[in-house]
């Protein structure tokens, strides 16, 4: 979440330089004596005019939440893909001594799953391997 000053109408600031923030959920928090809004802030460059942005809008923060769903996707997978690497080797090691074959294959099944989840790359919950004994 970002903190900013905007009001909770306030849907987007273009800057001179074409830097746009785009602003998503705003609603207004209390903080010491003064009032300041949180929620989702999206920043990109364009080219485009003040009356432009305010009437592509919708179609520009849908575009920016994709890239950024896309961005995540990316980094769960890469941290995915570290922890199959580890996964595989324990799963090597449980073959080898006949012990947490079942739990270490469960785990490392569990990971190949995470993109299949439902909040898939925003809300992931990171299985969690059993104890092995």
């Known amino acids: 979440m970002q903190r900013n000053s905007k009001s909770d109408n306030e849907k987007f600031t273009l800057f001179e330089d074409g830097t746009l923030h785009l602003y998503d959920n705003l609603h207004e928090v209390a903080a010491d004596e003064s009032v300041q809004y949180e929620g989702d802030l999206y920043i990109t460059k364009t080219s485009l005019t003040q009356e432009e942005v305010e009437g592509q809008f919708d179609s520009l923060l849908a575009a920016e939440k994709e890239k950024w769903k896309q ?5 769960v997978r890469e941290q995915r893909n570290k922890l199959l690497a580890q996964a595989d080797i324990l799963v ?6 006949g012990v947490g074959e079942t739990e270490a294959k469960a785990y490392r099944q569990a990971l190949r799953d995470v993109p299949e989840q439902e909040g898939f790359p925003l809300n992931v919950v990171w299985p969690v391997l059993e104890v092995i004994r």
């Open 71 to 75: 961005y995540m996707a990316k980094v």
């Open 92 to 97: 090597n090691k449980a073959v080898d001594t």
